[in-house]
T-cell receptor, first 113, second 114 residues
Framework: DAKTTQPTSMDCAEGRAANLPCNHS???????VYWYRQIHSQGPQYIIH???NNETNEMASLIITEDRKSSTLILPHATLRDTAVYYC??????????????FGTGTRLQVTL | DAGVIQSPRHEVTEMGQEVTLRCKPI?????LFWYRQTMMRGLELLIY????????DSGMPEDRFSAKMPNASFSTLKIQPSEPRDSAVYFC????????????FGQGTRLTVV
């Protein structure tokens, strides 16, 4: 799987948008971009994933650049409960078989008042 | 569904003892992942199964670790003999393999080996 690079930590004021970048310059054509987060002492939680089109769900938006070498996870109105470690993962997708889901070091997002 | 269920939630054992961690995946999911998390090494994938068959165990640290999935609703991770450096939080996750959908994680088992 392609390697990802994320900033170690970021701060965001409550109510503002949190934009978390991820670099995946060696991504292959059959690899999706996944985002998970881990709130202290809990198991990781899925947020969103995409291939090349921008994606949005009730939690966040995912913006993938046209060359697919980087992406940004956007939390539109961050709250204190969004304080967590956010993981960007690039994962091979094959029909009918789950593939490796490997976590890097992630970005520690601190949301402040 | 109650989600992925792991037991026990906490385990304290003495060095040299056998430890067995248990995981019940979400009903209908056919992929299962075991992870270990420490401050030093982060979240490491140990092994994962598709349809009860181990697919990749390259993350299993050494022969003291073994994992089984005898049926679709149960998996175990065994450490024998345990060592203090095995102290960590162990997570189990399950997903549907149909189209690499999201993985759901359990609450984890905090293992302390003294």
């Amino acid at each position: 799987d392609a390697k990802t690079t994320q900033p170690t930590s970021m701060d965001c004021a409550e109510g503002r948008a949190a934009n978390l970048p991820c670099n995946h310059s060696t991504i292959s054509g059959n690899e999706y971009v996944y985002w998970y987060r881990q709130i202290h002492s809990q198991g990781p939680q899925y947020i969103i994933h995409g291939l090349k089109n921008n994606e949005t769900n009730e939690m966040a938006s995912l913006i993938i650049t046209e060359d697919r070498k980087s992406s940004t996870l956007i939390l539109p109105h961050a709250t204190l409960r969004d304080t967590a470690v956010y993981y960007c993962i690039v994962r091979v997708v094959t029909t009918g078989t789950a593939s490796k889901l490997t976590f890097g070091t992630g970005t520690r997002l601190q949301v402040t008042l | 569904d109650a989600g992925v269920i792991q037991s026990p939630r906490h385990e304290v054992t003495e060095m040299g003892q056998e430890v067995t961690l248990r995981c019940k995946p979400i009903s209908g999911h056919n992929s299962l992942f075991w992870y270990r998390q420490t401050m030093m090494r982060g979240l490491e994938l140990l092994i994962y199964f598709n349809n009860n068959v181990p697919i990749d165990d390259s993350g299993m640290p050494e022969d003291r670790f073994s994992a089984k999935m005898p049926n679709a609703s149960f998996s175990t991770l065994k450490i024998q003999p345990s060592e203090p450096r095995d102290s960590a939080v162990y997570f189990c996750a399950s997903s549907s393999a149909a189209w690499n959908t999201e993985a759901f994680f359990g609450q984890g088992t905090r293992l302390t080996v003294v």
